[in-house]
């Protein structure tokens, strides 16, 4: 039970210059699972999404509000130098810092990895910037930029539309995870020699290496993969389709699975025909395909086909609504939303997406109010 109370990263503590998303998201999922961290944010205003709204709970964003529990926050000038002398001291007592400022700001300004290096040898530094330390070391990092340089939006949206971003921050979530990654291996890495290291992620990087497939098929062949609406480029039947009141949407990958879903919307005759025997065929005819399927799906609402496909494995879900997505995870017992121990009534927020059976995450406070406190506490260095 100890084990539990303590967190499995019980003991990390974290100095987090970051600001927006990509940061806190990262810093935040690191908290849940017991780590100390401790957010140095600018006087007055504070993180740059404090003042990102509507929407707002309670006078204060929700943007905010989403990445950033688990944490006490400090206002500090970084240009103090008195201010500077007290971080250092701070990060001497540290496991880990973050930060992402334009590479070569933290070194302008005293603290960068080389200088907290010399304060602690042993310091993991995580720089997050938008398109890495050399050439693009310049460049601003903004998530809607990185969907657009990355070829993120070349892929999504319609033929008839134009390219379109995703409805999230995408690539900031995505690199704070590859953050999580990074500075969780160098510490390990830490624990085993005493060696601290310099952790880089950037958003281009990251949005590559999360285009997978689509950015595979073209270093390996040449392709340049253009916009297809909701359809795959490689599976068909692997796209919403219509009903009679809202689209359901149906990933049929294997000619199994076709199979299960043809004979449940009593189409059986599909199967059979040499057109949709294969992947290879289905996706050669995709339109014909969807029409075919559409005429029989929409005799029935997206709900009923869901309960049917469903039971006989063909993997499928209606569009849902934010609203309705959370009813779904609620019905199927994943309890979506949480409240912070220290306030049961207080700011209501979307559950740590992963499970420890030992050491799960912790909600232990919300997210913090912007003080004017430049009073760090700084404890001594006990780290293992």
């Given amino acids: 039970m100890s084990d ?19 940061g806190p998201y990262a810093t935040m999922l690191l908290a849940d699972f017991g780590a100390e961290v401790i957010k140095i944010e600018r006087p007055g205003d504070g993180d740059d999404t404090r003042a990102w709204g509507p929407p707002w709970f309670e006078d ?11 944490k006490s926050s400090y206002t500090l000038d970084l240009k103090d130098e008195a201010g500077r002398d007290q971080l250092l001291e701070l990060a001497a007592t540290c496991d880990v810092v973050v930060e992402n400022f334009r590479p070569g700001t933290m070194g302008k300004l005293g603290l960068g990895f080389e200088q907290l290096q010399e304060v602690n040898p042993a310091i993991v530094y995580c720089s997050i910037t938008g398109f890495g330390s050399a050439g693009g070391a310049h460049l601003a990092g903004y998530d809607l930029i990185a969907q657009a340089a990355g070829g993120l939006m070349s892929v999504t949206g319609h033929p008839e539309s134009g390219p379109t ?15 999580t990654i990074g500075i969780q291996a160098a510490l390990h890495h830490r624990f085993r020699t005493g060696e601290g290291q310099w952790v880089e992620v950037n958003l281009l990087s ?22 297809l609406g909701n359809a795959h480029p490689s599976v068909a039947p692997y796209q919403p389709l219509r009903t009679s009141d809202r689209p359901l949407a149906i990933a049929a990958t294997t000619n199994g699975q076709f199979r299960k879903l043809v004979s449940a919307i009593r189409r059986d005759d599909l199967a059979e025909d040499v057109r949709y025997s294969t992947n290879a065929g289905r996706v050669e005819h995709r339109e014909d395909l969807v029409a075919e399927l559409e005429s029989e799906l929409t005799k029935a609402p997206a709900d009923h086909w869901f309960e049917i496909l469903s039971q006989v ?19 199927l017992g994943l309890t979506p939303v949480v409240r912070p121990e220290d306030e049961p009534d207080g700011v209501a927020q979307i ?10 995450a ?3 406070t919300g997210p913090p109010q912007l003080r004017d406190d430049t009073g760090l506490f700084i404890r001594s260095d006990n780290r293992t």
Avoid: W
């Fill in 4 to 22: 539990a109370v303590d967190g499995a990263l019980a003991g990390v503590r974290i100095l987090d210059f970051s600001r927006v998303l990509a």
């Fill in 60 to 70: 204060r964003s929700t943007y905010f509000l989403s990445v950033n529990r688990n």
């Fill in 165 to 179: 971003k995703a409805g999230v921050a995408l690539v900031d979530i995505i690199t704070g995870l590859h953050a």
């Fill in 206 to 227: 990251s949005v590559l290496s999360a285009l997978s497939n689509q950015s595979s098929a073209h270093i390996l062949t040449g392709v340049v993969p253009t916009l």
């Fill in 313 to 331: 494995g063909v993997p499928c879900a209606p569009i849902n609504d934010m609203k309705q997505a959370l009813e779904l995870a609620d019905r």
């Fill in 351 to 360: 559950n740590n997406p992963i499970t420890l059976s030992r050491t799960p």
């Fill in 362 to 364: 912790r909600y232990r």
